[in-house]
T-cell receptor, first 112, second 113 residues
Framework: GDSVTQMEGPVTLSEEAFLTINCTYT??????LFWYVQYPGEGLQLLLKATKADDKGSNKGFEATYRKETTSFHLEKGSVQVSDSAVYFC???????????FGAGTRLFVKA | DGGITQSPKYLFRKEGQNVTLSCEQNLNHDAMYWYRQDPGQGLRLIYY???????QKGDIAEGYSVSREKKESFPLTVTSAQKNPTAFYLC????????????FGQGTRLTVV
């Protein structure tokens, strides 16, 4: 079945450091790919998405590129802030299905 | 504004009692979901519903029950059969077309006292 694997956390960075959170997926079809963010005590919010190969999703300085050849959707940000501290979930949704498949989440701590 | 509303935000329950968590959406979505999240953990699917009057068990349905009598509403009951109910519960909705994002509520934190 479909699955999403993302790097284990926690990831601890200093402010203004470069962020990469790796995400790879397994899918039977041609899914859409998503990154969600969860701030402490809150629900998940969609951060960005990509719906076809080579698409780049971007939002709030974060970006991720849909790489079909490597089945990857790595999240990057050039300069993190303390306010980026949260849990990040990679996810996919298949055509013909409706459930979203989530990765295990990666907790990010950013130190001032 | 369209969205999903979960209530209450915090809930305390005595052992042996059933408790119902509310989830309402005005996004006109057909599909709705309940997830459980334990501290420092990911999401585990409890129940989901693709359409009104129909629902399916997820990965951890034991000790929980749901109903889907209206498109807008998908309440979750945590029964006394659930051995370890203290957790953060998240409700979500989406279209049932696939390849679209899910929208989440703000969550309900349930504590058994």
């Amino acid at each position: 079945g479909d699955s999403v694997t993302q790097m284990e956390g926690p990831v601890t960075l200093s402010e203004e450091a470069f962020l990469t959170i790796n995400c790879t997926y397994t899918a039977t079809g041609y899914p859409s790919l998503f990154w969600y963010v969860q701030y402490p005590g809150e629900g998940l919010q969609l951060l960005l998405k990509a719906t076809k190969a080579d698409d780049k999703g971007s939002n709030k300085g974060f970006e991720a590129t849909y790489r079909k050849e490597t089945t990857s959707f790595h999240l990057e940000k050039g300069s993190v802030q303390v306010s980026d501290s949260a849990v990040y979930f990679c996810a996919l949704s298949e055509a013909g299905g409706f459930k979203t498949i989530f990765g295990a989440g990666t907790r990010l701590f950013v130190k001032a | 504004d369209g969205g999903i509303t979960q209530s209450p935000k915090y809930l305390f329950r005595k052992e042996g009692q059933n408790v119902t968590l509310s989830c309402e959406q005005n996004l006109n979505h057909d599909a709705m979901y309940w997830y459980r999240q334990d501290p420092g953990q990911g999401l585990r699917l409890i129940y989901y519903s693709q359409i009104v009057n129909d629902f399916q068990k997820g990965d951890i349905a034991e000790g929980y029950s749901v109903s889907r009598e209206k498109k807008e509403s998908f309440p979750l009951t945590v029964t006394s059969a659930q051995k370890n109910p203290t957790a953060f519960y998240l409700c979500a909705s989406s279209t049932n077309q696939g390849r679209t994002e899910a929208f989440f509520g703000q969550g309900t934190r349930l504590t058994v006292v």
